[in-house]
């Protein structure tokens, strides 16, 4: 008897010693009270609320053993659709399961309440408020969620995946302070909207492993990139990007990035902690797979179903600027197109972040210095970029158009004599326009330095640049006025010779410059400038060391006559 009871005493020490599952802290669910904090209080008042647990999972998180339960009334079996309550526990394991992979979170004890009735106020005022699917609320020991099986949210469909992303709610709730979970606005798409929808939808479909409402949500991006929206504007569409970064960083970095997530609505709070929770360059490197797209299923199931548009299309078929207006943490993409031809490209300001890469390539980058379609370069570029930044930016695409595709005054012959480097040794503009002028007029000083013209046996040419400084005085009856101008111009294009015609066709380039005027009565600064000639032909006389030209001039009986010199090969 005395080792018997030896046995016992030692059985029950062990017994009490041994690890025990923590009780949950649920409340009563037949208790009418208890169920009114699900904020639904239709059994208040008339008796208890006679409750079923239907499913319970006990889970270990990194701050202690939760549980995690659906609970009905026990007639609720005549609201569900067949399959609901299939759904509703599927929904509840596997956002049990994903729970592991999250890394450092909180959450307390959930309960989901099935409840067989229509969303509040869907009857009165059907339309939005009838397509809610759930709630959920917590205090500081249990997270509640109802469920409205009677609405458009009870289709089973939808069900294990709105139950997953409830459970994801409940995370957010213990994990974040109550300015962060009230930064939002309701599901609009203002404020934290986009990552309080956005993360408990991947969440759900990580869970799953399934399409589920995926493509919903990814037309509903596609959609909204292509109306210029920027992240924060967002909110179930947003859900791509927390797919993007769960696979590109792990499901546990997720919520780190909502602890940096802001407390306020306001656009500049919710950007400026956007912009400290990635680098700029993941950023960019999330829109380009977008484009791209590279962003895969959760679980890499496959690629996303995105359906990417056109974006804009900037066209160069002449030297020109190009300002692109980037909004805050909004996907800008289109087209970059050259027509055909060599182009240099200058884009400004260097801190802006975009990425180019040709329509037929995979590598992504900055526009090219140099573009020559002619000798092989693709001609068109796809863009994208997403601006991590607070305020606007505007990126500046300037290009000049160094040669043409197109023959110089239709033929593509050369005369090798007039092939080398050459100065002006006679003539020219100044000397003609000294001929023309009326006797009042003179030019008393007319100062010319560099202006090399090289013409190469490619059919291409370029000038160095010339500079001018010239003074024009005009004698009237009231008093003198004098303007005096300096400029600088360069020229480069085509050009072709044949039959003693030279043509010369200019593809950038120009004068620019400015003139003080001083008349009688006043002074003043007059700038003056042109994109260059254009394309011109004139007769020519071509001999070893020099040649000269003739060009008519409308309007005027004489033409301008100009020698040059050749200074080198």
Known sequence: MIRLIAFLLTATASLAAAPQPAAASFGDCEDPAYIATFGFDREAGSGPFLCVERARVDISTPHGDRSLRIIHHAAYDWAPQPGAYEATERGLRAAAEA????????IEDVTVLLLDDFPPGALESPGSAS????????????????????????????????????IFHCVQLATLSNRQMTSGSAGTGQGGDWWLEGSPEWFAHYALGTMGLLPSRVAS?????????????????????????????????????????????????????????????DWQRFAQDYIDGNIQRPRGAGPLPFSVGDGETWTWSASRAEDIELAPFTITHGRVHFECGAWRIETRPSSVRYGTRPMSGSIWGPLPAE??????????????????????????????????????????????????????????AVEWMRSQMPPNVSIPVAEQAGGAIILNEDGTYWTAPLSQHIIIVAEEHDGTTTADGTGEATAAGRWSAEGGQLNMCQDSGGLAGSAQVTTPDTSFNMPFGSPGAGNISMRYTCSEGSFSTQMDIPGSAAPMSTQYSKIGG
Request: aromatic share 8%; hydrophobic share 35%.
């Open 221 to 281: 991006f596609d959609r909204q990139v292509e109306e210029g929206r920027s992240l924060i504007e967002m909110a179930y569409g947003a859900t791509p990007f927390f797919i993007w970064l769960a696979n590109e960083r792990g499901p546990s970095s997720v919520v780190p990035f909502l602890r940096q997530m802001a407390d306020s609505r306001a656009p500049s709070a919710q950007y400026a902690a956007m912009r400290s929770a990635l680098p700029p360059e």
């Open 99 to 106: 729970l592991n992979d999250l890394g450092n979170y909180e």
């Open 371 to 428: 573009i020559d379609t002619e000798a092989g370069n693709e001609a068109d570029h796809r863009f994208v970029s997403i601006s991590p930044e607070t305020r606007r930016q505007t990126l500046t695409i300037d290009v000049e158009r160094m040669r043409s595709c197109e023959p110089c005054g239709g033929t593509q012959e050369i005369d090798r004599c007039l092939t080398g480097v050459w100065e002006q040794s006679g003539g020219g």
């Open 131 to 166: 397509e809610i699917a759930g709630e959920t609320r917590a205090d500081d020991d249990e997270c509640r969620i109802v469920f409205y099986l009677l609405g458009v949210g009870g289709d089973p469909a939808n069900l294990e995946v709105s139950v997953a992303h409830e």
